[in-house]
C-alpha cells in the first residue's frame, strides 16, 4: 500500500513539474511577445491598448505551439519505455483525465487565437483608426462614438466567424477512405460530435489561410535570419563613417563658401543656384549622418551605454558563429523536412484520403529522431522544442519585416524597429497568428511526425499470459516496439496513448481532406522558396546602404554571404578600438559625395 502511494506521488510530482515548466515558459513567451512589441512599434504614434492586444495575442499563439512538449511529456509519461507497458499508477481513468486536461487547454488556447484573430484584433485597428485628435482636443468625438463606429465594422468579421462555424457544423466529413479506416486509430479521429466537427472545420480552413503566408513569410525568413547574424557586423565602422563623414561635409561647406565668394554682392547665376541648393541638401545629410555615427560611437551618452557599445563590438564574432550556427540548423530543418515530405507521399496509408499520414517512419529523420530520443528525459526535448520554436517565429518576423505586409506587389505596411505604426502592428500580429497555426501543423505533422504523435512511447508484443493483462516484454526487450499509426492488438491499444495536439491535426486532415492535401503540398512550395531565397542570398552583390542609415540611425547594410568579410573584422577591430583606419581624405570625400549624387540621381 505504501508503495503504492509513493508510486502515485511520483507521477503527481512528475505530472506537477511539467505543468510548471510550461508555466515558467509562457512567462518567457509574454516577455518575447513585450520585447517584439516594444522593439518594432514606434515611439511616436504608441498605444497602450494596441501593444496590450498584441502582447496578449502573440503570447497566446506562442503557448499554443509550446503546449506540443507538455502533451508529449504527460501521455509518454504513463508508460514504461523499456518495458512496453503502461505504469502502475496509469489506470485508463488516469489516462483519461490527462487527456482531459489537455483537451480543455488545447480548446481553450485555439478558441482564445480564433476570437483574438477574428474579432479583438480588428475591433481594436479601427478602434484606432476611429481615433481623431483634432476632434478628440475640441471635444467633438468620445470615446462611446469611437466605440460605436470600431463595432460596426467589426460586426463584419462577428458575422465571419458565426458562418464559419455554421458551415463546419453542417459540412460533410469524410466517410470512406478505405481500409485503413479500419484501424483503431482511424476510427478515432472520425468526428460525430457537430459541435467538434465546426471547431476542427475552423481550425481547418485558419491553418490553410495560415499555409500561404507560412510559405512566403516563413521560408523566406528561415533563409534570411541566419544570413543576416552573419552580416551583423558592419563593412563600415562608426569611428571611420565619422571621420569620411567629417572630411566630406568640410568639403561641402568649403565649396559653398567658394560659390557664396564668388557671387558676391551680385545675383548668384542659375546653375550655382542650383549647385548651391544642391550642397545644401547635402550638408543637411552629411550632419544627420555625423550625428548619427557619434551616437553610434556613444559620444553624449553615459558610461554604461559607451561600454554597452564596446561589448557588443567586441561580442560580434559570436553573432557571426551564432549565424553560422543557425544556418546549419536552418539546412538540417529543410533536409529533415524534405525527407518527410518524400517518405509520406511515397509511403503514406492513405495518401490525399487522410493528409497523407504516415503509419511510421520509413527513412532516417534527423530532427524527428534527437526529438524521441531526448523526450525520454524531461524536460530536455522541451527545451529543444522551445527554441525550435522561437526560430520559426523569428524566421516569420524576419520575413514580414523583409517583405512587408504586401497585397499581391502593393507595399501597405512596413515592419521595422522603432518605425512600425499601430496599424501595422496588428496586421503583422494576425499573421503571424495565422502563421504559427501553419507552424504548429508543420512541426507536428513533417518536422517531428513520430515524435509529435508518440513521442518515446513503446508497446510489447509478446501476448499476455492471461486475458486482460499487460503483456511482460521484461525477459524479451526484443518484443518492445516503437507506437505507430499503424499499431494494432492488445497490446498497442492499452498502452499507445497519442498526444491530443496531433489528434487534433489528425482529425482535421482525416475528416476534410482537402485541408490535408493543401497543408501537406505547401510544405514542398515552403522548401522551393527557402531554396531560392537562401541561393539567393548567398550570392548577393555587397552594397553598403546609406540611406537606410539615415533612416534608421544605424548601417544596415545588405551584403552577400560569400562576400570578402575582410573589412567586416577590421570594422569590428575599430569599434572596439574607437579609432579609425588612417586613409586619404580625398577619397573618403569622393566616396560619401558619389553616394549621395546617386541617391539624388
Known sequence: MVEIIQVANMALIQTAFIWVAYAVALGIVALIA???????????DRSALVSTVTIITLTSLLATVLLLPVDIALTSSTTSTKLGAKKDWAT??????????LKIVYYTLYSLDAVLCLLVVPFTYFLYEEYDEVEAEEGLQTFSQRFVGALKYTLIFVALVVILFIVGFFVPVAKNGGDH????????????????????????????????????????????????????????????????TASALE????????????????????????????????ERTLVRRERLAAEARGEGKSFVVRAWTKICAVFRPLKLIG?????????????????????KAKNSICKQHCGYILG??????????????????????????????????????????TIGIRFLWVKLFEIRKGHTSPQALLMATVMLTLIMLAINYALAMIVAPQYAIYGAQTFCTNP????????????????????????????????????????????????????????????????????????TSLFRTPKLNLNELDEDAEADEEEGLLASTGRRFGATWQDIRGKPKPQSTGAAGRGIRGDDDHADD
Open 360 to 401: 511510421s517512419i520509413n527513412v532516417f529523420q534527423p530532427i524527428n529522431w534527437i526529438f524521441v530520443k531526448s523526450s525520454v528525459v524531461f524536460p530536455i526535448d522541451y527545451v529543444l522544442m522551445a527554441l525550435l520554436v522561437l526560430f520559426f517565429f523569428s524566421s516569420s518576423v524576419t520575413g514580414i519585416a
Open 323 to 343: 549565424g553560422l550556427l543557425l544556418l546549419v540548423l536552418a539546412l538540417i530543418i529543410w533536409v529533415s523536412m524534405l525527407i518527410t515530405g518524400i517518405d
Open 34 to 44: 513585450a520585447i517584439f512589441t516594444y522593439t518594432y512599434q514606434t515611439p511616436r
Open 251 to 282: 568639403q561641402n561647406r568649403e565649396r559653398q563658401h567658394q560659390l557664396e565668394g564668388r557671387n558676391s554682392g551680385r545675383n548668384i547665376p542659375a546653375k550655382d543656384q542650383r549647385e548651391l541648393e544642391s550642397l545644401m541638401r547635402e
Open 181 to 244: 479506416m479500419d484501424l483503431d486509430y482511424f476510427k478515432r479521429l472520425l468526428a460525430e460530435n457537430h459541435g467538434e466537427r465546426a471547431l476542427t472545420f475552423a481550425l481547418g480552413l485558419l491553418i490553410s489561410l495560415g499555409t500561404i503566408l507560412y510559405i512566403l513569410y516563413t521560408s523566406a525568413g528561415l533563409a534570411l535570419l541566419p544570413i543576416s547574424f552573419i552580416k551583423s557586423a558592419p563593412s563600415i565602422s562608426a569611428p571611420q563613417l565619422s571621420e569620411t
Open 92 to 101: 485508463p481513468e488516469t489516462v483519461h483525465n490527462i487527456l482531459l486536461t
Open 464 to 535: 499476455p499470459r492471461h486475458p486482460g493483462e499487460q503483456p511482460d516484454c521484461s525477459k524479451h526487450p526484443e518484443l518492445v516496439k516503437p507506437c505507430s499509426e499503424l499499431s494494432s492488438g492488445e497490446g498497442a491499444e492499452k498502452v499507445c496513448t497519442p498526444s491530443v495536439v496531433s489528434t487534433f491535426l489528425n482529425r482535421v486532415t482525416v475528416n476534410f481532406p482537402v485541408f490535408g492535401a493543401l497543408a501537406f503540398w505547401a510544405q514542398f512550395a515552403f522548401l522551393a522558396v527557402f531554396l531560392i531565397v537562401f541561393v
